[in-house]
């Protein structure tokens, strides 16, 4: 028997949101993806610090960029792409936690934008430079650094590879008082939850307007009311793939209308025949 979860009120709903909302910071995955959502502007600003090019030039930007329509078993969707006026591209993650920074998942993600770029008969000279960014919340390599950029070397002349492929680790846990430089006040900032703590400005008033503003508050509340859907709704597809419970029994374990349950099941069913 699955165990059913406490169904809240829509007020209660609202204050566990609110509660949540408050302790929200850059680097958490939720917030940061309505931070730069339809924002052009600070994707901008982060990638010029980040790649440390002041004259950097957006003109792309979307989160949750899916690219499932090129992969069968494992696709993935970009927290935040960009594309610049060089044409140049960005993947923009979040990783709190390291098994989500591993290399190969950054080696995967450089692939997946070279066969999104590549279309038939088109020149692999033609393949733009390419930015993976992890953001991670601990210090994956453990070198107090605050940025790790990784490039291919031609091991036996000792020069660059030139290949155009760039992955950068940005260390969310950096944090040295002597350094004054905008990536170190940016990874100060990502790891705020009030934005009169924060150092650089963008960041802040787009905090502050998500966090202390009635329109701002209303948009994160119906997000998060969103995302917690999605969730409720991954898990019911995935215990109706499994056969685990009842209709009756996953529609108490997620607190999904039993109705819905049974139109998840039909889906599946369908899929299936």
Not at 149 to 169: C, K, M, Q, S, V
């Amino acid at each position: 028997m699955l165990k059913p979860v406490k169904i809240l009120t829509p007020e209660e709903q609202h204050q566990k949101n609110l509660e949540q909302l408050a302790n929200y910071r850059p680097l958490d995955d939720d917030f940061m993806r309505e931070l730069f959502r339809n924002n052009l502007e600070l994707t901008e600003f982060v990638l010029r610090i980040i790649i440390d090019r002041p004259d950097l030039k957006l003109i792309k930007e979307e989160t949750q960029y899916d690219l499932q329509h090129l992969f069968g078993e494992r696709s993935i969707c970009f927290d935040v792409f960009g594309i610049d006026s060089d044409g140049q591209q960005y993947d923009f993650e979040v990783q709190r936690a390291d098994k989500g920074a591993d290399p190969r998942r950054a080696r995967y993600h450089s692939s997946a934008m070279d066969v999104d770029n590549l279309k038939a008969k088109k020149q692999f000279s033609t393949l733009p430079n390419t930015y993976v960014i992890f953001i991670t919340e601990n210090d994956f390599f453990g070198k107090d650094k605050a940025i790790y950029p990784i490039e291919r070397i031609n091991i036996a002349t000792n020069e660059p590879f030139n290949d155009g492929e760039h992955i950068l680790y940005v260390n969310g846990a950096y944090s040295n008082e002597a350094d004054n430089s905008d990536l170190a006040k940016l990874i100060h900032d990502f790891r705020c939850s009030n934005a009169d703590d924060m150092l650089l400005k963008p960041l802040a008033d787009k905090t502050r307007f998500f966090k202390e503003t009635p329109k701002g508050v209303e948009y994160m509340c119906k997000a998060m009311e969103e995302r917690l859907n999605e969730n409720s709704i991954q898990i019911a597809l995935n215990l109706l793939k499994m056969k685990i419970g009842t209709e009756e029994d996953i529609a108490k374990a997620t607190g999904i209308a039993l109705e819905k349950i049974k139109e998840l099941a039909v889906q599946i069913n369908s899929a299936t025949v």
